[in-house]
C-alpha cells in the first residue's frame, strides 16, 4: 500500500491541472487527428465554455444543498445517535461504509459529508469505550461509500439523460427514463453486489490482533456551524422566525407532490428541489439556513471554476469533429456484447483527468452514444458505463476525497491502501454488470 500512497502523493496534480491539461491533450489530438486549424481548435473552444452553464448551475447546486442537509442539526444529531449502535471495531467499518453508501446513493455530496462526519463520531464513542479502531480505515469506509453514488437518486449521468433539453437530448432522441439506468434491475442488482463484496473486503482487510492501529487522537468531532443569530431590530426578528422557512418549504413540498402525481420524472432540477424542500423544513430559521449556506459554498468554488474547462473540452471535440474519430475507434474494437464493458474501462481512465461525475458524462457520453447508436446497442449501456467508470476510480482519484479529509484531518496517502481495495472489488462487480446488461 506505502507504494501507491508515495506514488499518488508525488505525481498526481490537482483536480483543476487535470483539467486544464486535459484541455491541451485533447486540443493536441483534434489537431493531429482531424483537418482542423489551430484557429478553428481555439474558436470550437471558446465557444464551448458557455455551453454548459444550466448543467453546471445543477451540479453545483447537488453539492451545495448536499452539505447543507449535512449539516442540519436533526441530520447531524441522527448521526451522533448512529454512531452509537456498531459495538466493535470491526462492525464500526462495516456500519460506517453502509451509512455512507446509503447516504451517496441519495445525494453524494451528502454521502461525502456523512462519511466524514459519522467516521468521527464514531471513532470518538468507540474510544469512550475503550474500543480500538483504526481511524484511517474508518475514513477509508466512509469514502468507499462513494463508490455506488452514479447508480443513486443524484446520479448526474443517468438523471441527465432522463431530463429534457439536456445537451445529450438530439442524440437521444426522447428522455431516457431513469427506469432504464438508475432502477434497471441490473443495476439495483448491482449496487446491492457491490455493498456485499465491498463490505466483505473491508472486513478483510481490517487490523487485527498485534496490526499496527492509529485511532482518533482527540475528541475531534466537528461542532455545529456557529448560528449567529442576536435579534436586536424587526428584521432581525423575521430572520429568526421558523415562519418563513418553513412556509416555504411546505409550499415546494407541494408542488413535488403536484410534480410527481402529474406523472412528473425525476430530473437534477427535482432532485436538487427535494434537498432544498428538506433542508426548509429541518433547519430553525433564515439564520440557520444562510450560516449553513455561508460555511457550504466554499466546496463549490472548484466545480464553478473547472465545468467551463470541461465545457471547452466538449466545444473541441464537437467543433472539429474529433467526437466522430473517437467514436469511430470505438466501433472498430467493439462489437454490441463488448461495447458496455470496453466504455466502463475506459471512463474509468477519463475520470483520472475528468474528476467530476457531471464533467465527465459531459465529455464522453456524447462519443459513448454515438459508438452506442452505431452498434445498436441500447442507450442506457453507455449512460450507466460512463457512470460506473466514474465513480470506480474515484476511489483512488484524490479530488472527490478532499471534503472528507478536511473533516477527518487525514491526507489522501493515509487512506489509499484500503480505497485501491475497494477498487478492486468494485471493479469486479461493475465490469459483470456492464457485460450482463450488454448480453
Not at 423544513?281 to 473547472?306: D, W, Y
Request: hydrophobic share 55%; charged share 10%.
Amino acid at each position: 500500500m506505502r507504494p501507491i500512497n508515495n506514488l499518488v502523493e508525488k505525481f498526481i496534480p490537482s483536480a483543476l491541472v487535470f483539467a486544464i491539461v486535459l484541455t491541451f491533450i485533447v486540443a493536441i489530438l483534434a489537431l493531429l487527428a482531424t483537418d482542423s486549424t489551430p484557429v478553428l481548435i481555439v474558436q470550437s473552444w471558446g465557444d464551448g465554455l458557455a455551453g454548459l452553464l444550466s448543467f453546471i448551475t445543477q451540479m453545483a447546486l447537488v453539492l451545495m444543498l448536499g452539505f447543507i442537509l449535512a449539516n442540519t442539526r436533526p441530520v447531524r444529531k441522527m448521526l451522533r445517535a448512529l454512531s452509537s449502535i456498531p459495538k466493535t471495531a470491526l462492525a464500526s467499518y462495516i456500519f460506517v461504509f453502509l451509512v455512507a453508501a446509503i447516504a451517496s446513493l441519495i445525494t453524494w455530496g451528502l454521502g461525502l459529508v456523512v462519511g466524514g462526519l459519522l467516521a468521527r463520531e464514531v471513532a470518538a464513542q468507540a474510544r469512550a469505550r475503550n474500543v480500538r479502531v483504526h481511524f484511517p480505515l474508518l475514513v477509508a469506509s466512509g469514502f468507499a461509500g462513494f463508490v455506488i453514488w452514479h447508480m443513486g437518486y443524484s446520479g448526474s449521468g443517468p438523471l441527465t439523460a432522463a431530463t429534457p433539453d439536456s445537451f445529450i437530448a438530439k442524440q437521444l432522441g426522447a428522455p431516457l427514463p431513469i427506469s432504464e439506468t438508475i432502477f434497471a434491475p441490473w443495476n439495483l442488482i448491482a449496487i446491492v453486489a457491490t455493498i456485499v463484496l465491498v463490505g466483505l473486503a473491508l472486513y478483510l482487510v481490517a487490523p487485527r490482533g498485534e496490526d499496527k492501529i492509529h485511532e482518533l487522537r482527540t475528541d475531534a468531532r466537528e461542532k455545529l456551524v456557529d448560528i449567529d443569530d442576536e435579534v436586536s431590530t424587526p428584521a432581525d426578528r423575521v430572520d429568526a422566525s421558523r415562519l418563513p422557512t418553513l412556509l416555504l418549504g411546505l409550499m415546494l413540498l407541494a408542488y413535488l407532490v403536484i410534480n410527481f402525481s402529474k406523472g412528473g420524472t425525476l430530473t437534477l432540477d427535482i432532485v436538487n428541489w427535494s434537498f432544498l424542500c428538506l433542508i426548509l423544513l429541518l433547519v430553525r430559521n433564515p439564520f440557520e439556513l444562510m450560516a449553513l449556506t455561508k460555511h457550504s459554498a466554499s466546496n463549490v468554488g472548484e466545480i464553478l471554476l473547472q465545468f467551463p474547462l470541461y465545457a471547452g473540452i466538449l466545444g473541441i471535440m464537437t467543433g472539429t469533429g474529433l467526437i466522430e474519430v473517437i467514436s469511430e475507434v470505438m466501433i472498430a474494437v467493439s462489437t454490441p456484447q463488448t461495447f458496455g464493458l470496453l466504455a466502463f474501462l475506459s471512463a474509468g481512465v477519463v475520470n483520472f483527468f475528468v474528476p467530476s461525475g457531471g464533467g465527465q458524462f459531459a465529455v464522453q457520453a456524447p462519443i459513448m452514444l454515438t459508438a452506442a447508436a452505431e452498434l445498436g446497442v441500447d442507450p442506457s449501456i453507455p449512460i450507466m458505463a460512463v457512470a460506473y467508470g466514474d465513480q470506480w476510480t474515484n476511489m483512488i482519484q484524490p479530488f472527490w476525497a478532499l471534503p472528507l479529509l478536511a473533516i477527518a484531518g487525514l491526507k489522501m496517502r493515509d487512506i489509499l491502501g484500503y480505497t485501491t481495495i475497494v477498487l478492486i472489488a468494485s471493479g469486479i462487480v461493475f465490469a459483470a454488470a456492464m457485460v450482463f446488461a450488454s448480453l
